[in-house]
């Protein structure tokens, strides 16, 4: 085992610059842990004028590289939250000085203010997980924008654990990222990325999260590998490691609809919009929505609540498909969470979208009507209202 860095440090770095920082690592921290260490942050001294922060929970860890001027090399542990806390009310402009003390944690100094920061002794932070080899390249704004597209439909309910996270499949045709809380699921596909060996994982929703918030602020290419059990990423100078879920994700090819015979395109915005008005009256339990598709080319959105509230709203329609009733009859009348139709309109980028569907008992499949590079695919489960 390789020896630890010494403790004595001290360096200083620009308040703005650390600010950065510490705003990424703060989505690392689990605030209900009962393992006191993992509430700090790891600094450590890399090079005359590079630090390594680091911050973990034991199953996401990040760690990131930020320049300092380094008067004595070593490593400390302070405390994450509050370093955070500080650093917010301090000027951007300035410098902040860290020296290490003797008994664990640091004093904070910046300009006429200082902070003794109390932490455990540097050793007592755990082991981190080493990279695997196998990387594979893929744009950031690639990974960026496949999370956005399907990170909202990730269960929140703790007892389905297999759901608590996205399904990452590449090989020789495409990347696949795929979610699914069991009422409706997204899948973002890249074509034009693909691997000689296949690799499928689960990766937790925490995990994808700060991959997603990295991968938005970098424009270069991002590496990912994965082993028995962790998928690393490497964001430019940033490298982020998750254990991967365990347990077998639902077959969702069976789940995509085959016999959706009729379909309605739609102004993403207008749409968005109207069902954002109209869902203010919807129970505030169910948040159950009616859609009235008819066939003189009108949606008619309906809203109503328990104490008698109702909204109703009309947005023009492309409306495809056979019409076998007369024009002002309804074609379909069907129910959903309004919250999950909006999640799906929100995850597609386009000026566009279409809704196929076959009856008010069967998905439906929302999907940008011009595909671009990134393929993106929301199915919705109906329910009675």
């Given at each position: 085992m390789a020896k630890r860095a010494t403790k004595g440090m001290r360096f200083k770095i620009k308040v703005q610059t650390l600010l950065g920082q510490l705003a990424l690592m703060s989505g690392i921290e689990d605030r209900r842990t009962s393992i006191p260490v993992l509430h700090n942050l790891s600094i450590v001294s890399q090079a005359p004028n590079t630090i390594k922060l680091t911050a973990t929970d034991l199953d996401v860890t990040l760690t990131c590289q930020a320049e300092a001027d380094i008067t004595e090399p070593g490593s400390i542990l302070v405390p994450l939250k509050k370093l955070l806390d500080i650093t917010k009310t301090l000027p951007k402009i300035a410098d902040i000085t860290f020296q290490a003390l003797e008994q664990g944690g640091a004093q904070v100094t910046c300009?006429?203010?200082?902070?003794?920061?109390?932490?455990?002794?540097?050793?007592?932070?755990?082991?981190?997980?080493?990279?695997?080899?196998?990387?594979?390249?893929?744009?950031?704004?690639?990974?960026?924008?496949?999370?956005?597209?399907?990170?909202f439909a990730i269960t929140d309910e703790a007892s389905r654990y297999t759901l608590s996270g996205a399904k990452v499949e590449i090989d020789q045709q495409s990347l696949r990222m795929v979610t699914t809380d069991g009422h409706r699921l997204a899948k973002s596909e890249d074509k034009t990325t693909t691997a000689q060996n296949p690799i499928e994982v689960l990766i937790p929703e925490k995990a994808l999260a700060a991959l997603g918030?990295?991968?938005?602020?970098?424009?270069?290419?991002?590496?990912?590998?994965?082993?028995?059990?962790?998928?690393?990423?490497?964001?430019?100078?940033?490298?982020?490691?998750?254990?991967?879920?365990?347990?077998?994700?639902?077959?969702?090819?069976?789940?995509?609809?085959?016999?959706?015979?009729?379909?309605?395109?739609?102004?993403?915005?207008?749409?968005?919009?109207?069902?954002?008005?109209?869902?203010?009256?919807?129970?505030?339990?169910?948040?159950?929505?009616?859609?009235?598709?008819?066939n003189?080319?009108?949606?008619?959105?309906?809203?109503?609540?328990?104490?008698?509230?109702?909204?109703?709203?009309?947005?023009?329609?492309?409306?495809?498909?056979?019409?076998?009733?007369?024009?002002?009859?309804?074609?379909?009348?069907?129910?959903?969470?309004?919250?999950?139709?909006?999640?799906?309109?929100?995850?597609?980028?386009?000026?566009?979208?279409?809704?196929?569907?076959?009856?008010?008992?069967?998905?439906?499949?929302?999907?940008?009507t011009i595909p671009s590079t990134i393929e993106i695919a929301n199915v919705v489960m109906p329910m009675r209202i």
């Open positions: 300009e006429r203010a200082s902070f003794k920061l109390v932490a455990p002794e540097f050793e007592s932070f755990p082991e981190l997980p080493k990279p695997c080899e196998g990387a594979i390249q893929i744009p950031a704004s690639t990974v960026a924008s496949m999370i956005t597209s399907t990170i918030r990295l991968c938005a602020a970098h424009d270069g290419p991002v590496t990912f590998a994965a082993d028995e059990n962790h998928a690393h990423f490497n964001v430019g100078s940033s490298v982020l490691t998750a254990r991967l879920l365990y347990g077998q994700f639902p077959d969702y090819k069976m789940v995509f609809p085959k016999d959706n015979t009729r379909s309605f395109t739609a102004d993403v915005a207008l749409f968005r919009d109207t069902l954002r008005r109209v869902s203010l009256m919807a129970d505030e339990r169910s948040h159950s929505v009616r859609l009235d598709v008819k003189n080319g009108t949606l008619t959105i309906i809203a109503t609540n328990s104490e008698g509230g109702q909204a109703v709203e009309d947005l023009p329609i492309n409306l495809q498909g056979d019409t076998t009733t007369p024009s002002d009859d309804v074609a379909l009348s069907i129910g959903f969470n309004g919250t999950f139709v909006l999640e799906a309109l929100a995850s597609i980028n386009a000026d566009q979208a279409t809704m196929t569907f076959k009856d008010a008992n069967s998905q439906v499949m929302i999907i940008p």
